[in-house]
């Protein structure tokens, strides 16, 4: 038993007046079995898809899908808290990161998306921090993470990245990072005083506490 199809077509009368038909019957077997599954692979996708979606939309992290083509597949709304621009800022305009990167910063970020270029697919997943400025002025620490991606059958699909805000670690460790300089400042006055006449010690002082300001 199988599924077939069965075609039937009349070919010209005779001169007798008679009528002929010819009868053709098709397997289709393997093309039914091939057409399922294409629906499954293709469920299981997008099932798969609003699996990741769900999590991705829920997450605090900014994740996004960054396709061979240089476009955004997808941008999660989380990007919108850290940098100020939606999601749909995003997929409009695939160069709108490079002029979010704090000046400082863009060397790095060039040369990391230099290395994805070179080494497209084969590139291990890189990470680094670095710094955003939003429209309003405010400064974001960010640590980015991205790696390539394959579709189910290992073509190279572009890259997944995740930016995480660490403003909040950055500053403290610059808060503790001052405070490790002014105590080792605080140490080095006796020995300022050792052998240094009263106007001396007061200069290097005075120096000493206008380097310690303007780190702050």
């Known amino acids: ?51 990741y979606r769900i999590l991705a939309d829920y997450s605090a992290d900014w994740d996004y899908w960054f396709g061979p083509d240089g476009r955004y597949r997808y941008v999660s709304p989380a990007c919108e808290s850290v940098c100020g621009q ?4 995003f997929m ?16 790095l970020w060039n040369s990391h998306r230099q290395a994805l270029d070179d080494s497209c697919c084969q590139a291990p997943a890189r990470r680094l921090e670095l710094r955003l400025v939003r429209a309003d002025g405010e400064v ?9 991606v394959r ?11 995740v930016n995480r805000d660490i ?14 300089q002014r105590a080792d400042a605080l140490l080095a006055l006796p020995r300022l005083a050792e052998g240094c006449d009263e106007a001396a010690f007061v200069q290097q002082a005075t120096a000493l506490t206008q380097r310690l300001t303007a780190s702050e």
């Open 167 to 180: 403003t909040t670690r950055k500053r403290n460790e610059l808060t503790l990072e001052q405070q490790r």
């Open 1 to 51: 038993r199988f599924e077939g199809e069965l075609q039937v077509a009349r070919l010209p009368p005779e001169e007798d007046g008679g009528h002929q038909l010819i009868c053709t019957v098709l397997d289709l077997t393997e093309r039914l079995r091939q057409e399922s599954n294409v629906r499954a692979a293709y469920a299981r996708s997008r099932e798969s898809e609003t699996r």
């Open 151 to 161: 579709d189910a059958d290992g073509v190279h699909a572009g890259w997944r990245g």
């Open 140 to 148: 974001r620490w960010i640590e980015h993470l991205c790696r390539p």
């Open 86 to 89: 939606d999601p749909e800022a």
């Open 92 to 107: 409009a305009d695939p160069d709108l990161m490079q002029r979010l990167v704090h000046p400082d910063d863009l060397p």
